[in-house]
């Protein structure tokens, strides 16, 4: 079985994570957000279920740092809102065209830019989190890309709270979704070497974060990453209709 990503590609995608994990550990989210749409510009198979090891593996990562500051009772309504998404999305998938993934990655790419311009949402209550985390884990099995809709919905509480229930979210959430993939056929060897080979980059940027979570400038920082990566979402519909 030959490896899909060339060395070039592979420094690249790497590159990427790494600039992806310090901005999420920063401000809970943006790995995938910024991450997907330009990993699908390197190479298609990438997305969704590689990006999707990525995106569970770094949530852990943070979990285990910030972990006294979960909510246990945020993740008790958050999970069956996940785990309805994933059904959901496994439906889609069962019946989209994969060259009509690319347009789906984009247009909800575009979404989550567009969820994370929300301003003044009330503080989490259970349907708020049940809703938020249907549409998140919807949006990570199709596209890897779940962050915006949760940080939505908690983006009035503590950094610390934020970014330790958010983890305590995505990691149950991201087995189940990967699992539904596998029965999908989206999820097999390949993909898994492929998520593997992307770890480095994702603990790399984990570990330089820890230096500059506590540096990092939200007023720019936040914005930078939402435009950059609706321009990578907007290339990511043009290369698909192409």
Do not use: C, K
Not at 77 to 105: D, N, T
């Amino acid at each position: 079985m030959d490896f899909p990503l060339t060395l070039p590609q592979w420094l690249l995608a790497t590159l990427v994570l790494i600039i992806g994990a310090i901005i999420q550990g920063g401000i809970g989210y943006g790995v995938a957000l910024l991450g997907a749409p330009l990993l699908y510009l390197i190479h298609p198979q990438l997305i969704p279920a590689p990006m999707l090891i990525v995106g569970m593996a770094l949530p852990l990562l943070i979990l285990l740092r910030e972990w006294r500051a979960v909510q246990p009772r945020d993740v008790a309504w958050a999970l069956p809102g996940s785990f309805a998404g994933i059904a959901m999305a496994a439906l889609v998938l069962g019946v989209v065209a994969e060259q009509v993934l690319g347009l789906l990655l984009g247009i909800l790419v575009l979404l989550g830019v567009g969820l994370s311009l929300v301003r003044h949402m009330p503080d989490p209550r259970p349907h708020h989190l049940i809703g938020a985390a249907g549409l998140s884990s919807f949006m990570a099995t199709i596209t890897s890309i779940g962050g915006p809709p949760l940080a939505l919905a908690f983006q009035n509480v503590t950094g610390p709270r934020l970014r330790g229930t958010l983890s305590a979210i995505f990691v149950p959430a991201g087995i189940v979704a990967l699992t539904a993939l596998a029965f999908l056929d989206r999820f097999a060897t390949t993909e898994l070497l492929l998520g593997l080979a992307l770890l480095p980059g994702i603990v790399m940027g984990f570990w330089i974060s820890g230096y500059l979570v506590d540096h990092l400038d939200r007023r720019w920082l936040r914005p930078a990453v939402l435009w950059l990566s609706a321009v990578a979402g907007v290339a990511a519909i043009i290369q698909a209709l192409h």
